[in-house]
């Protein structure tokens, strides 16, 4: 039996959370790198996050049981002027304060 890769998690939580949904319903799945990725967040970055795997026929089951994966929306820029306002009062605090 072949195992597909469903998602990637880059927290522990999450990936634990799915598997455990995934379980309950009867669907085999494995967490790869679960134990080397809580080693060290940089570790975590380099092999690439939490992966969720299933049997090839769980498949469709799986991804219909975990909801859609959603893009976080990036916040907008500040204008460039309040940017350099800031950089400038930071700036002479450093100076006045040492800090």
Excluded: C, H
């Excluded at 990936?15 to 669907?27: F, P, Y």
């Excluded at 380099?46 to 799986?62: I, N, S, T, Y």
């Excluded at 994966?69 to 916040?75: G, K, M, T, V």
Aim: charged share 25%; hydrophobic share 45%; no cysteine.
């Amino acid at each position: 039996m072949a195992l597909v890769e469903i998602r990637r998690f880059y927290g522990p939580e999450e990936a634990q959370v799915a598997a455990s949904m995934l379980r309950a319903n009867g669907i085999g799945v494995l967490i790869q790198n679960e134990q080397l990725g809580m080693t060290d967040f940089l570790v975590r970055n380099a092999v690439g996050g939490f992966r969720l795997w299933v049997p090839e026929d769980d498949k469709d089951l799986a991804e219909s049981l975990l909801p859609p994966i959603e893009a976080p929306r990036p916040e907008p820029a500040a204008p460039a002027r309040d940017r350099q306002a800031l950089n400038w009062g930071l700036g002479l605090r450093g100076l006045l304060f040492g800090r």
